[in-house]
């Protein structure tokens, strides 16, 4: 009999394929089916099964188009049918609608963002009477996006002036842009973690070494300088976006906010930004998160080239996404686009996915020494817009995570390869026991 398999999200990425089509003898259960297909795509192994050989309790199987949720290793396969393989996400955009599983009302505005990529997520809490009406990020600094986000404060009866508080997940533009001119209009606070905040104020001082930082980043990268002047006249263009700096309140993780619906505790959670944090909750099944952009469905978060200011971006990340699998998150609320229904799942993913990102960097310096700026050639191809800043950021992370174990050596801009037989073992944390669902504070 034939089944097809539909791959999405990191899954698609072991394969290196969206479809594949496999005869199988009649009878076949779905597990007999997905260990056979490990047999053709070795990178799937870890993504799909545990180390006892249990099917993961986070990967999404569909028949048919029909996800399985018990006795799904048991189910017998039929001629023609459809698996379709998903990591623990959920699909498409944020709903703006309110999520009825919560104690509190949530409403969720989706907001555009045509100065880099993607719809942005602000979230609104503090609905209820005696509440402190909040929003969770605020979008990019244009005019087109505050006008969608008015239009979705008036959808709840509300303006500018309504707001009490605002929390910033990072101090990126797309979303802390209006924060400034929110504050004009309703005096509100507005908290941000402490090593975000001179960027966030837009203090001159930190606004010009991250300047310094960055045309020192691109150089030390080995950035030609056609490709330099690409970046930094994009960058130009969106001067603007960051809007009027507010005035913030910081903290530093571990802080805990009462809104009068909702408490909730600062988290952080570095590497795609110094100060990014997450918001944690009691949700409809355990400890919810708004994780800004340390945890997005379907791609994964930049580190090296978002934030050049984050030494040892990629191992600070291992570390956030380790903490988001001890935690045991239920469920994540992005900066982009539809919640996440497996955060520890999810975060796993990111794992093995930064792992085999780390194997591909190997695979290029085994041919010779590279730059930064070159391995990111044979990673991405050929960059434009902000991803000529994100690509060789991201491959610097990477070749930085090697150096410090002593695997790779800086010489110049470039960098070789020393190591004869490298352990990666040592540079990846082992959350397998962590991710056990038996050891999951949530589940």
Not at 232 to 256: C, H, M, N, Q, R
Not at 296 to 311: I, S
Not at 329 to 344: K, L, N, V
């Amino acid at each position: 009999m034939r089944v097809e398999f539909q791959f999405y999200a990191t899954l698609r990425d072991a394969v290196d394929e969206k479809t594949s089509v496999r005869e199988f003898e009649a009878g076949t259960t779905i597990a007999e089916a997905l260990r056979a297909l490990t047999d053709d795509y070795e990178k799937l192994h870890s993504l799909l099964f545990r180390s006892n050989g249990d099917l993961r309790s986070h990967v999404t199987v569909s028949l048919n188009g029909e996800p399985l949720m018990d006795d799904r290793d048991d189910v017998t396969l039929s001629d023609g049918d459809t698996l379709i393989l998903s990591p623990g996400v959920a699909g498409g955009m944020a709903d703006s609608t309110s999520d009825p599983g919560l104690d509190f009302e949530l409403g969720i505005i989706s907001l555009g963002n045509r100065a880099f990529e993607g719809n942005n997520n602000s979230y609104l809490l503090g609905l209820e009477a005696d509440a402190e009406t909040t929003l969770v990020d605020t979008g990019v600094a244009v005019e087109e996006t505050e006008r969608q986000l008015r239009a979705g404060l008036d959808r709840y009866d509300l303006e500018f002036a309504d707001i009490d508080r605002i929390f910033l997940t990072h101090h990126h533009a797309d979303h802390t842009g209006l924060a400034g001119d929110i504050q004009a209009e309703s005096g509100c606070e507005v908290f941000v973690h402490v090593d975000d905040a001179p960027v966030v104020e837009q203090r001159p001082e930190a606004m010009d070494a991250s300047e310094d930082r960055l045309r020192r980043a691109i150089d030390e990268w080995g950035m030609p300088e056609d490709k330099q002047e690409e970046l930094l006249s994009f960058l130009d263009g969106t001067a603007g976006i960051d809007g009027d700096p507010p005035e913030v309140t910081t903290f530093e993780g571990g802080e805990t906010f009462d809104l009068g619906s909702v408490e909730l505790e600062a988290v952080h959670m570095p590497g795609h930004a110094a100060g990014l944090a997450g918001f944690a909750f009691d949700g409809r099944d355990g400890e919810e998160v708004f994780s800004g952009d340390a945890l997005l469905p379907y791609y994964t978060p930049n580190v090296g080239g978002a934030d050049t200011r984050v030494e040892g971006a990629l191992a600070k990340y291992l570390d956030t996404l380790s903490n988001v699998v001890e935690r045991g998150y239920t469920r994540a609320w992005p900066g982009h686009r539809g919640p996440i229904i497996d955060p520890p799942g999810r975060a796993a993913d990111i794992i093995v996915h930064h792992r085999e990102r780390t194997e591909r960097v190997l695979s290029v310096l085994e041919k010779g020494p590279a730059t930064p700026w070159e391995v990111s050639a044979e990673l991405f191809g050929s960059l434009s817009y902000i991803h000529i800043l994100h690509g060789p950021g991201e491959a610097f992370a990477h070749l930085e995570h090697l150096a410090e174990a002593d695997i790779v050596r800086r010489d110049g801009h470039a960098f070789e390869l020393i190591s004869e037989d490298p352990n990666l073992d040592v540079l990846f944390p082992d959350i397998s026991t962590a991710l056990d669902p038996a050891n999951q504070p949530n589940r």
